[in-house]
């Protein structure tokens, strides 16, 4: 799905002055804008900048375009992405951590949502009144459906079994006297 969102921005949807990305009518009829880091910000322009060398600008024009060959200026394939993400995988050497056969574009999500609460954790952030600000950032209509994104993760494990140690040790009581 996430890639589907991917696929569909169009270039009036990257407000790269603002540094924001809108998206619009998800699943839920729902739109929303997200703001982008500084530094995809600069990378998005720069790829902006390209493509505008190559590619007649026009209404409707997708953010994400083919460049080269019969794809000139027309929005990017699902299986173009699956290549493209393929390749940056192999050059950065991932690993699969997954139940899939390697990492997939979708799965960068999950990552983002639990370096994200891994973060706050770090920070001191109350974490259950920031989750439905990550919520409704990730366009999750529950707020379950993002809490589903942290489960199992070793490292949020690792951090909930510390809490539990501390709990528990405080509440030792010493019956032997």
Not at 84 to 94: H, N
Not at 118 to 131: A, E, F, K, N, V
Not at 134 to 147: D, E, P, Q, V
Not at 155 to 167: C, I, R, S, T, Y
């Amino acid at each position: 799905m996430f890639k589907l969102f991917l696929l569909a921005y169009l270039d009036t949807d990257v407000d790269l002055a603002q540094g924001l990305l809108t998206i619009r009518q998800t699943k839920f009829n729902k739109s929303r804008q997200l703001p982008l880091h500084p530094s995809v910000t600069a990378a998005l322009l720069r790829y902006r900048t390209l493509r505008h060398q190559q590619v007649q600008q026009h209404a409707g024009l997708s953010f994400f375009v083919g460049t080269r060959g019969q794809r000139l200026g027309k929005p990017l394939s699902s299986r173009q992405v699956d290549r493209v993400f393929a390749t940056l995988r192999k050059q950065l050497g991932w690993i699969n951590r997954g139940a899939h056969d390697a990492p997939r574009v979708h799965d960068l999500r999950h990552t983002f949502a639990v370096r994200r609460v891994l973060l706050w954790q770090r920070q001191g952030t109350d974490i259950d009144q920031s989750m439905l600000a990550l919520s409704t950032y990730m366009g999750h209509a529950k707020i379950s459906h993002t809490y589903w994104y942290l489960t199992a993760v070793p490292e949020l494990m690792g951090v909930a079994a510390g809490k539990f140690e501390q709990f528990a040790q405080a509440e030792e009581v010493d019956y032997a006297d």
